[in-house]
């Protein structure tokens, strides 16, 4: 027994080292499709033989595995083989990005690549896979396009590589460490209502009249002759004394003002609004409206919560403000937990104690808004101006004012009437204690809360 032992440890020995040495540290052999097609049209032969069957057989299969064998020894290493990615670095959901592969051959003959990607299904690649013909000392490249249609990181690093041998029967199969890094940020679909916001806000600076009626500012800025189209109460009278003709006042939106913005990422953010959590028309609404405020010269920031305070943005107004914003935020998912507003509040206080607009972006549940967020809007009510801003979902709009066609069509109406009116007790509840709400479909929240914004900024109340 002892014998046998010793010399069944040896032929393991000797076959897991055959496995290392050959298979593995060679990469696995996978025959292809011409192999496939050899052994097919060798069979027909066989039978076309004079002599036995399974002799003729025999003899064929040993010849294709001899041949196979051989044809995999002489195949080029994956390791050998250069591979790089190439991704953008951001992109933003739903748009369209282009992922390019390099495949470089360091060897003295053309060789065949087969390659394979790691690329989750969310990223919705046109393709997983390329087949690339490499001449010796050449490099080759193959493109796909990527849509996401999930915000977050995500970090390829697996490459299986296969490179035929010579005759094109076995290939060796092996896999590649190659990093990558893609961030799949927000969908920021407001940005041509920014831009427009950002244009007449600028136009009501230098002293013309915006299409939405602002005025020019609460903060002086110069003097100039009076003509038809100003305002009696502009009119400077001390410098019309001296200048002995009428002088008024120009006076330019105040610079410099704190614009906060506290994105709730708790239970009642996951619900779904047309297709898409509710968190997702949030996030629009808070990139337009730190986009609009740093370019106007105010300073903007974020600070993202549920049960615990999940990111910080510090206020600022340089240009990539917006930027930091979108990468606080890109990685952010609604989790189903209860808010902390309390703890949020204090948050943010003890952290940016200056006078600031503060702009919560979460719903109207009235279960939430009593328990938790009433409690909680002393803290920051008296000293800041505060506005809540949520989005509301359409479909339960048009339940509410249709027509119902069955009994299930009068349940549908009656829980939508009673969700609009449950909606109506807490703004009413809100404002009477001084909050700004702002309660509007997406695609229109965006544009409504940077409107409610500019208002506040044009009329001084901070």
Not at 351 to 378: G, Y
Not at 398 to 412: K, S
Request: hydrophobic share 45%.
């Amino acid at each position: 027994m002892g014998h046998r032992t010793v010399c069944w440890t040896a032929c393991s020995r000797a076959f897991r080292f055959l496995v290392d040495r050959v298979v593995v540290r060679s990469a696995l052999p996978v025959p292809t499709r011409r192999l496939a097609a050899l052994t097919a049209a060798m069979a027909v032969v066989a039978v076309a033989l004079p002599f036995g069957l399974i002799a003729a057989l025999v003899v064929i299969n040993a010849g294709l595995i001899v041949v196979a064998l051989v044809d995999w020894l002489l195949a080029t290493e994956p390791r050998l083989v250069g591979v790089t990615r190439d991704m953008p670095g951001s992109i933003a959901l739903g748009g369209r990005g282009v992922v390019l592969w390099r495949v470089s051959n360091g060897s003295r003959r053309d060789i065949t690549v087969g390659l394979c990607d790691e690329l989750v299904p969310s990223l919705h690649p046109g393709n997983r896979r390329a087949v690339l013909e490499v001449p010796a000392g050449a490099t080759e490249a193959a493109v796909t396009t990527i849509s996401p249609s999930r915000r977050g990181r995500f970090e390829p690093s697996v490459m299986t590589l296969r490179v035929e041998g010579p005759l094109g029967l076995v290939a060796r199969q092996g896999s590649r460490e190659v990093p990558g890094l893609l961030r799949v940020n927000p969908r920021y679909r407001s940005r041509e209502e920014a831009e427009l916001r950002i244009n007449r806000a600028r136009m009501a600076e230098v002293g013309l009249r915006s299409t939405r009626g602002h005025g020019g500012g609460t903060e002086f800025d110069s003097l100039r002759d009076y003509t038809v189209d100003d305002e009696m109460r502009r009119i400077d009278w001390a410098a019309t004394a001296r200048a002995g003709r009428a002088i008024v006042r120009i006076y330019r939106a105040e610079r410099n003002q704190q614009v906060m913005c506290l994105l709730d990422c708790g239970r009642t953010m996951a619900a779904r609004i047309e297709n898409e959590p509710r968190i997702e028309h949030a996030m629009d609404a808070v990139m337009m409206l730190t986009h609009v405020a740093t370019r106007l010269g105010d300073r903007a920031g974020l600070v993202a919560f549920d049960a615990e305070v999940r990111a910080i943005v510090a206020p600022g107004h340089a240009a990539g403000r917006l930027q930091a914003v979108t990468e606080a935020m890109y990685t952010l998912e609604p989790r189903l937990v209860e808010s902390d507003y309390q703890g949020a509040f204090v948050a943010t206080l003890s952290r940016f104690r200056r006078r600031s607009m503060l702009v919560l972006f979460s719903d109207l549940a009235e279960q939430a808004v009593t328990e938790s967020l009433l409690p909680a809007l002393p803290l920051i009510a008296r000293d800041h101006v505060v506005v809540v801003a949520a989005v509301a979902d359409p479909a339960v709009h048009r339940w509410a004012t249709g027509v119902p066609l069955d009994a299930e069509g009068v349940y549908q109406k009656a829980a939508a009437i009673a969700a609009l009116e449950e909606r109506r007790r807490v703004t009413f509840r809100l404002r009477r204690l001084g909050v700004t709400v702002v309660d509007e479909a997406p695609g229109t929240l965006a544009p409504r809360l940077t409107d409610a914004y500019l208002k506040v900024k044009a009329t001084g109340r901070l």
